[in-house]
């Protein structure tokens, strides 16, 4: 069922947003050569303990799961493009990791990823991260009354595409409301004019990513981590938005977006 939110509850949207994005910004601070993922994990747990919220992840365990995932956040690196797992796994210089996170705070839930380098950045990391942003902004640049779902992913696909990258459909984006996975679905690529007319008091997490060399992936034998079936490296970027009578407005904005957006 689709859920139109009233201007009450997009307040507790609003609320869950800002906290993930203050999470987001404190794992991007301790995001370093020589940090270990678990240790991003206990960041993350902390956090959640200090305001009194609730995981999404801790006890997600959807019918492809063997257990319950049992960690606060996603960490993906290199050739992880998804859900991962953290591991025992210092990060080392040259890494790419995409954090994930998603909470419920009051009841309501917030879902945001980004993609960072560690340590000494490349340039064809760069390229895939600047593609996999300008995707993002270009799918929240569609998410406006009067538009279809359908313009979102288009505008998605044709970024990616674009810049010559392969677009999987099988992940994407969801709605977002007091769980973190409803409807709809929002693919990473689509036909514009087609599908659910956008109405003010929709949410839903947009979330394109992208693999270097294909649009397969693997599962590793964590049983949760999604890696690209070549090896190649992945990004991942995520906002949770709202349309509303005037525009898009993403709940999930961290310390430089807002800033950018306030000049
Ligand atoms: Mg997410």
């Not at 404190?26 to 956090?47: P, Q, Y």
């Not at 799961?65 to 049992?70: A, E, I, L, M, V």
């Not at 595409?161 to 099988?170: L, R």
């Not at 709940?251 to 950018?260: E, G, I, N, P, V």
Request: charged share 25%; hydrophobic share 40%; proline share 4%.
């Amino acid at each position: 069922m689709i859920e139109l939110r009233t201007p009450a509850e997009l307040e507790g949207l609003r609320a869950a947003g800002r906290f993930v994005a203050d999470v987001l910004d404190e794992l991007l601070e301790t995001v370093d050569v020589g940090v270990n993922l678990l240790d991003l994990d206990r960041v993350a747990a902390r956090l959640i303990a200090d305001r009194g919220a609730v995981s999404c992840y801790v006890d997600y365990h959807p019918s492809f799961g063997n257990s319950p995932f049992g960690r606060n956040l996603c960490t993906s690196v290199n050739d992880a493009a998804l859900h991962g797992l953290p591991h025992d796994r210092v990060l080392v210089d040259g890494d790419l990791v995409s954090l994930d996170f998603a909470a419920s705070v009051d009841g309501w839930v917030a879902d945001s990823a980004v993609t960072v380098q560690v340590g000494t950045a490349r340039d064809e990391d760069q390229r895939l991260i600047g593609t996999v942003e300008r995707a993002l902004a270009a799918g929240i640049e569609q998410f406006r009354p009067g538009n279809k779902l359908g313009d979102v992913s288009y505008a998605i696909g044709r970024v990616a595409k674009d810049a010559g990258f392969a677009v999987n459909t099988q992940f994407g984006g969801h709605g977002v409301g007091r769980t973190m996975h409803g409807e709809p679905h929002v693919p990473n690529d689509g036909r514009p004019g087609r599908g659910l007319k956008l109405r003010p008091g929709l949410v839903v997490a947009i979330e394109p990513w992208l693999m270097q060399g294909t649009d397969e992936l693997v599962q590793d034998e964590d049983g949760w981590t999604l890696k690209s079936v070549d090896g190649s490296r992945a990004a991942h970027v995520e906002h949770t938005v709202a349309v509303t009578d005037t525009g898009p407005e993403v709940l999930t904005l961290r310390r430089a977006q807002r800033a950018d957006t306030t000049d």
